[in-house]
């Protein structure tokens, strides 16, 4: 088998059968080092996935369907189908435009 080297102390050691992936050997202090790296990660990671919900949070509508409500005119953000306000159907902006009179 190959020897390797450890990532925290820099000795070579021969990782067990089954676990040829090791980059940590099994000295007490060299396991709390791979514990203190991996908590970095998931500290990152979390660092990260916040960053994103916050880029998503950004990139949802502001609250403008482009839809008008047939009888009030109003947005109706975020129903599709009906005006909350009034109840009638909703047309989108382009189908309102072609049937304003000129």
């Not at 109706?76 to 072609?98: A, G, M, Q, T």
Request: proline share 7%.
């Amino acid at each position: 088998m190959k020897t390797k080297v450890c990532r925290a102390c820099g000795r070579e050691f021969m990782p067990a059968m089954y676990k040829q992936s090791a980059e940590y050997c099994d000295n007490p202090e060299c396991q709390k080092a791979k514990l203190e790296r991996a908590k970095g990660y998931s500290k990152k990671e979390k660092e990260v996935s916040a960053a994103k919900k916050r880029a998503e949070q950004a990139k949802k509508p502001s609250g403008k369907s482009g839809r008008v409500c047939a009888k009030c005119g109003n947005d109706p953000f975020p129903n599709y189908f009906y005006c909350p306000v009034c109840h009638k159907s909703i047309r989108s902006d382009d189908e309102y435009e072609d049937n304003l009179p000129d």
